[in-house]
């Protein structure tokens, strides 16, 4: 089902990445199932084409791309980022796709377009977990994710349409997800269809579902727990087993601090965390 | 043979049969409870677990000592309920493998999770409220595992009891545990919680003498 991408590599980042089979079978996608092999088990016959991916709210030209569009709109690119879960385990993933940005600068943009809202598909017959709330997680759908406009206009935000060189499994997000790798996972909202440009910060999912626990900005904070547990480190799941000695300390903003802090330069973010 | 003799002989026949399905439930439980704790743990140190084996090792202990506990809280109202005295004798085992499991939890958060990190073993015990439950929990299991023997029920005499009365606290904690350690799903743990409270209600009157 997955096929090639061509795509230009990444440079060598000298990073163990996770396996494939890992990033594959490990995934937190509640509209398929709320344990971490669910989405692997029961996405397989979601349908990924056609799809329709509209960018639309405030901006001149909105447009639509279609399946085909995801992967040759824009020149495809390798991206190893890590991916730091607010459950404290990490991967390192190759990514392959492009920066949102270039999706948001077609759209042109106008002054109004503050935040940006993301939706993943609504289709309670193929995703289980939106047609019941027990499989879901009790969670409202469609999921819904929001990036401030300069977050999602950074040349490190990402639109993804691949891993390991080939299309996304469905469990990943296929066919087009969002990867925003200093912020928790659970904000690269998977299986996008809409992308508003707004005015307003927009509501997002867990933010909704508890809001002491997972604010709007996300970022990940070593200074900040999450209420039930220490965010001061994490595991990187990559190869061996139990024995694997693989707690590491969690870095400021997932250790992508250079690029990015300057976004946050005079906010308290144990307010805005 | 008088009638005397004829009644002691039925009585030897129906004890040997007791005693035998005793033996064969002890043999059930012992390969039902340690079988798939040495299989899980094989496979995770073989990582042929999933993504990640911690997690899966921990869900399977937490999990699975909590069924044996609820197991080892239906062996009397079912004794009761069908007249099984026998089933009573293997009340202890199950209790122990609930306990032995739970005692895999928590090494395997030490060992395993926050990997012999000891100040962050203590400052989670403390900071996460979620765990200070479970440890709570698990500190009774221990005390009611090591007054367990034989010797030490007959010293404590009426205290034992007393002291035992406390795995109706250490259900109800552990469910609470359960309940504040997912992320969204509550579905589950509230099967769970409500499984506790109905174990609970058919020991009613014992709990409120308990507590007067």
Same mark, same amino acid.
């Given at each position: 089902q997955r096929h090639d991408l061509a795509y230009q590599q990444a440079a060598d980042t000298q990073q163990v990445l996770t396996p494939e089979a890992k990033i594959i079978s490990h995934n937190n996608f509640y509209e398929f199932g709320t344990s971490k092999s669910d989405p692997m088990d029961n996405s397989q016959t979601f349908k990924v084409n056609p799809w329709q991916l509209s960018i639309s709210g405030a901006v001149d030209k909105p447009y639509v791309l279609d399946y085909d569009q995801l992967f040759r709109q824009f020149p495809l690119e390798e991206r190893i980022y890590r991916l730091r879960c607010v459950e404290a385990w990490s991967m390192v993933i190759p990514w392959l796709g492009f920066p949102l940005a270039q999706l948001i600068k077609?759209?042109?943009?106008?002054?109004?377009?503050?935040?940006?809202?993301?939706?993943?598909?609504?289709?309670?017959?193929?995703?289980?977990?939106?047609?019941?709330?027990?499989?879901?997680?009790?969670?409202?759908?469609?999921?819904?994710? *929001? %990036?401030?406009?300069?977050?999602?206009?950074?040349? +490190?935000? =990402?639109?993804?349409? !691949?891993?390991?060189?080939?299309? /996304?499994?469905?469990?990943?997000?296929?066919?087009?997800?969002?990867?925003?790798?200093?912020?928790?996972?659970?904000?690269?909202?998977?299986?996008?269809?809409?992308?508003?440009?707004?005015?307003?910060?927009?509501?997002?999912?867990?933010?909704?579902?508890?809001?002491?626990?997972?604010?709007?900005?996300?970022?990940?904070?070593?200074?900040?727990?999450?209420?039930?547990?220490?965010?001061?480190?994490?595991?990187?799941?990559?190869?061996? *087993? %139990?024995?694997?000695?693989?707690?590491?300390?969690? +870095?400021? =903003?997932?250790?992508? !601090?250079?690029?990015?802090?300057? /976004?946050?330069?005079?906010?308290?973010?144990?307010?805005?965390? | 043979m008088s009638s005397d003799?004829?009644?002691?002989?039925?009585?030897?026949?129906?004890?040997?049969?007791?005693?035998?399905?005793?033996?064969?439930?002890?043999?059930?439980?012992?390969?039902?409870?340690?079988l798939p704790l040495l299989a899980i743990y094989s496979l995770a140190f073989a990582d042929q677990l999933g993504a990640d084996p911690v997690k899966a090792v921990m869900h399977f202990t937490g999990i699975g000592g909590f069924n044996l506990l609820l197991l080892t809280l239906t062996v009397t109202p079912l004794a009761k309920?069908?007249?099984?005295?026998?089933?009573?004798k293997v009340r202890r085992l199950l209790g122990l493998y609930s306990f032995s499991y739970g005692l895999c939890h928590v090494l395997s958060f030490l060992a395993f999770e926050v990997q012999f990190d000891w100040r962050l073993f203590v400052a989670e015990i403390i900071d996460r409220p979620y765990i200070t439950i479970g440890m709570t929990a698990f500190t009774i299991l221990l005390a009611l595992a090591i007054t367990s023997v034989s010797a030490l029920q007959n010293k404590l005499g009426k205290n034992w009891q007393k002291l035992h009365n406390f795995v109706y606290v250490a259900a109800l904690l552990i469910a609470w545990h359960f309940y504040w350690s997912v992320k969204s799903n509550i579905v589950e743990p509230l099967i769970y919680l409500l499984m506790v409270l109905v174990l609970l209600s058919l020991r009613k009157q014992k709990i409120s003498r308990w507590l007067r």
């Open positions: 077609k759209a042109a943009p106008t002054s109004r377009a503050k935040f940006v809202a993301f939706e993943t598909l609504y289709d309670p017959k193929q995703m289980p977990g939106q047609a019941s709330r027990r499989i879901g997680g009790g969670i409202d759908y469609p999921y819904r994710e *929001g %990036l401030r406009i300069d977050e999602a206009m950074h040349p +490190l935000t =990402f639109l993804a349409v !691949g891993l390991y060189g080939k299309t /996304l499994p469905p469990q990943n997000g296929a066919p087009i997800r969002l990867v925003v790798p200093w912020k928790y996972g659970f904000k690269s909202i998977k299986s996008i269809v809409g992308i508003k440009l707004v005015e307003r910060q927009p509501p997002t999912t867990w933010n909704m579902l508890a809001a002491h626990e997972y604010g709007f900005y996300a970022n990940v904070n070593p200074e900040v727990d999450h209420p039930r547990w220490s965010q001061a480190s994490e595991r990187r799941l990559t190869t061996g *087993g %139990l024995l694997a000695r693989n707690r590491i300390a969690t +870095l400021p =903003f997932n250790g992508y !601090g250079e690029e990015v802090a300057k /976004l946050y330069k005079n906010m308290d973010l144990r307010k805005y965390f | 003799a004829k009644n002691t002989a039925i009585f030897t026949v129906k004890a040997q049969r007791l005693r035998r399905r005793v033996w064969l439930l002890k043999l059930v439980i012992h390969c039902a409870a340690l309920t069908f007249r099984a005295g026998y089933l009573l």
